[in-house]
């Protein structure tokens, strides 16, 4: 699915979603929207008010970010990250995502082409799978050569 085919489907499904939940679709939470799914990738709240402000030409205060954040994520349009302290958001309709986390340094590495969606399909008769985030968690090159300088240093003394 191309982006503008996201995009107008996530805007349809957010207006559904406030609609149900007899919220209001304001130009705010629909900016807001917008520029998530125009972001590539993870952000946090920062990286959004700098991206609304700065690009889209939008201000709004954080109070009204943080609470269209949560009702994207409601919604299951935006999934949030906890990678150690750090919290980050991503949008998650139409886009499949995998991470390597380090469990020593918290880097987070996002893992390229890995083709889940289909073998879950045919996994799981009778479900539709809309979106999926895979963590993988273990040790980045760099720590594991930390940690086996420590063992050789202790093991030589």
């Known amino acids: 699915m191309d982006s503008t085919k996201i995009e107008e489907t996530v805007k349809q499904l957010f207006a559904d979603y406030l609609k149900s939940n007899k919220l209001r679709n304001t130009p705010e939470r629909n ?16 990286t959004l008010l700098t991206y609304l402000e700065e690009k889209k030409k939008f201000r709004v205060s954080r109070a009204t970010v943080y609470n269209t954040i949560a009702l994207l994520t409601n919604a299951n349009l935006v999934i949030h990250h906890q990678f150690g302290s750090e919290s980050k958001y991503e949008r998650c309709y139409g ?23 289909d073998n879950i399909s045919n996994s799981i008769k009778k479900f ?4 999926y985030s895979l963590y993988v ?19 030589k003394q």
Do not use: W
């Not at 900016?31 to 920062?46: M, N, R, T, V």
């Not at 539709?128 to 979106?131: E, F, G, P, Q, R």
């Open 31 to 46: 900016a807001i929207l917008s520029a998530i799914y125009s972001i590539e990738g993870c952000f946090d709240i920062e």
């Open 95 to 117: 886009y499949e995502k995998s991470y390597a986390v380090c469990t020593q340094c918290n880097k987070v590495t996002e893992i390229k082409n890995i083709k889940l969606k």
């Open 128 to 131: 539709h799978l809309t979106h």
């Open 137 to 155: 968690y273990g040790l980045c090159d760099k720590c594991m050569r930390t940690i086996r300088r420590r063992k050789q240093k202790s093991g």
